[in-house]
């Protein structure tokens, strides 16, 4: 089973930029589709990045436009590029990838 473990969260002001990375196991990661998925406190999960086998990619309107989602598939790792933060992205960040796998996540805070 495809394990993903998520980093690069923390705690960071509003208008800054951050990077998280999510690392995959397994030798089958560039035929995987990955995406980016967070939960803000007390709502439900949202789906936010996805990145096809092909690398085409689709973001919601939500982050369109400050988040970039890439995939180094020689790492077997997937990124996901924010900035302008705002407040209302605050939550946990997960990554999945096309077979349900779904990594623990990591914090991301953004303080005003």
Known sequence: QVQLVESGGGLVQAGVSLRLSCA??????SSYAM???????G???EWIAGIKSDYGIT???????????SRDNAK?????EMNNL????????YCANSEGSRGQGTQVTVSS
């Not at 973001?59 to 989602?69: E, H, L, N, Q």
């Not at 705002?86 to 960040?93: L, Q, S």
């Open 76 to 80: 077997n790792t997937v990124y996901l």
């Open 86 to 93: 705002k407040t209302e992205d605050t939550g946990v960040y």
């Open 24 to 29: 995959a196991s397994g030798r089958t990661f």
């Open 35 to 41: 995406g980016w998925l967070r939960q803000a406190p």
């Open 59 to 69: 973001y919601a309107d939500s982050v369109k436009g400050r988040f970039t989602i």
């Open 43 to 45: 709502k439900g999960l």
